[in-house]
T-cell receptor, first 111, second 116 residues
Framework: RKEVEQDPGPFNVPEGATVAFNCTYSNSASQSFFWYRQDCRKEPKLLMSVYSSGNEDGRFTAQLNRASQYISLLIRDSKLSDSATYLCVVNTAPGTYKYIFGTGTRLKVLA | NAGVTQTPKFRVLKTGQSMTLLCAQDMNHEYMYWYRQDPGMGLRLIHYSVGEGTTAKGEVPDGYNVSRLKKQNFLLGLESAAPSQTSVYFC???????????????FGPGTRLTVL
């Protein structure tokens, strides 16, 4: 089993739709979780950290489910500009190098 | 603030040639990392550094060497390039947050390397 798994997609959704991605992780000791966004041929950029209590930033909501070992990202009112690949990243030991990257979920928002 | 910069942006090498990729950050971060990204695979850690003068192996270190002589710079060397090293290379840096729980990584724009 991979340490971090994501559905590769692509998810094709119309503008204005709500879309959700899940990411599962295998190491129950993991402490820090992130969602990064990566545009085609560009570097990953932090979208949001995922806290135990869940967090929201505008149209984006991230949640953590420790019992089932997954994190989720919800995008409401999708925009064309949301089209990108979304990477799930798990830091299994905060303060160390152990960042495990998922392969990413590709989102395409259609006009 | 330039953040994390990488040079060069593109490079084509012949098998057996050597080259050095340079990463620089101006955020005074302690940690720096070199990753490679290949189609269908997540970013994989090549080498990393937790401070000036220290380096360590990551997940896929074979065929690469690194040096961190200055806190702001992290160099990745390929001594004898092979076609399997054709990839996109990303440098990143981070520092522990005050809470000690989240370490956001900041990435450079990447170097696209082709080895023929």
């Amino acid at each position: 089993r991979k340490e971090v798994e994501q559905d590769p997609g692509p998810f094709n959704v119309p503008e204005g739709a709500t879309v959700a991605f899940n990411c599962t992780y295998s190491n129950s000791a993991s402490q820090s979780f992130f969602w990064y966004r990566q545009d085609c041929r560009k570097e990953p950029k932090l979208l949001m950290s995922v806290y135990s209590s869940g967090n929201e930033d505008g149209r984006f909501t991230a949640q953590l489910n420790r019992a089932s070992q997954y994190i989720s990202l919800l995008i409401r009112d999708s925009k064309l500009s949301d089209s990108a690949t979304y990477l799930c990243v798990v830091n299994t030991a905060p303060g160390t190098y152990k960042y495990i990257f998922g392969t990413g979920t590709r989102l395409k928002v259609l006009a | 603030n330039a953040g994390v910069t990488q040079t060069p942006k593109f490079r084509v090498l012949k098998t057996g040639q050597s080259m050095t990729l340079l990463c620089a950050q101006d955020m005074n971060h302690e940690y720096m990392y070199w990753y490679r990204q290949d189609p269908g695979m997540g970013l994989r850690l090549i080498h990393y550094s937790v401070g000036e003068g220290t380096t360590a192996k990551g997940e896929v270190p074979d065929g690469y060497n690194v040096s961190r002589l200055k806190k702001q710079n992290f160099l990745l060397g390929l001594e004898s390039a092979a076609p399997s090293q054709t990839s996109v290379y990303f440098c990143a840096s981070s520092s522990p947050s005050r809470r000690g729980l989240t370490d956001t990584q900041y990435f450079g724009p990447g170097t696209r390397l082709t080895v023929l």
